[in-house]
């Protein structure tokens, strides 16, 4: 099984002491569970961070990951969540086919809380957020999600993409006999990227996030249809 989890380095690390650098909540859970799930079926956990090559350290101390992929380039500075959802699709069909892609669920304040969905649709996937658990049964990835303080089971064949929330960051448990033995950086000429078209910053084409979002029951793909249009008439 191959699971790659984006990671970033967390807001409140210390950039001048690398021993105090972390990445953020959420993303520990998901590679705690993507490193669970290895344990139990086998596999490769890769981690990929876009940043510069002060990472590389944070990168190569992570337990639970197999491989570390840094994205770095003068090129990949500065961008928007858009532009990051097309790097990392990039670097990911670079790579070899992922059974699983995980990210941490982003609040909708981080410019980057689109970027699990974003990737989800443009690599054509099916995406489960608000996970806090994840496991794999056969060809199927499991996942306990929180909606609305309840929880629901929910199920996708491979491949998926997942987002983490950190509810259960206090007891996450990181197989701590693996991490990377390197860290590979690709630039843009690597990934044969000659230039990123950034577009508008998220922050401009937000509609009014203070409304709770509509969680849609349905029993089949025509009835979920329905249901979107008559919230859209609305």
């Known amino acids: ?21 972390d990445i953020e909540r959420s993303e520990k859970v998901a590679l705690a569970e993507a490193s669970k799930m290895i344990k139990l079926r086998g596999g490769d956990v890769e981690v990929f961070a876009i940043g510069d ?20 380039d003068d090129m990949f500075t500065n961008l928007d ?13 670079k790579s070899r086919p992922f059974d699983l892609i995980m990210f941490g669920e982003y609040l909708q304040d981080d410019p980057d809380w689109l970027l699990p969905y974003l990737v989800a649709d443009k690599l054509n996937l099916p995406h489960i957020p608000r996970a806090i658990r994840a496991w794999s049964e056969d060809s199927r990835i499991i996942c306990e999600c929180v909606y609305y303080e309840s929880i629901y089971l ?8 997942v987002s983490m929330l950190d509810a259960l960051h206090s007891s996450v448990a990181i197989l701590r006999d693996v991490k990377p033995k390197e860290v590979t950086i690709w630039d843009s000429k690597f990934l044969g990227i000659k230039e990123i078209a950034k577009k508008l910053k998220v922050n401009e084409t937000k509609n009014n996030l203070s409304k709770r ?15 979107i249009v008559d919230l859209i008439r609305k």
């Open 53 to 72: 090559k002060q990472m590389v350290s944070l990168l190569g101390q992570l337990y639970g990951a197999t491989h570390a992929t840094l994205l770095s």
């Open 1 to 21: 099984m191959r699971i790659a989890v984006f990671v970033r380095r967390a807001v409140e690390s210390t950039f001048r002491d690398s021993s105090n650098e």
């Open 154 to 161: 929910k199920e996708s064949r491979v491949p998926v993409v």
């Open 213 to 227: 979002p509509t969680l849609i029951e349905y029993n089949s793909y025509d009835d979920l249809a329905d249901k």
């Open 81 to 93: 969540v858009y532009s990051k959802a097309d790097l990392l699709i990039s670097a990911i069909r």
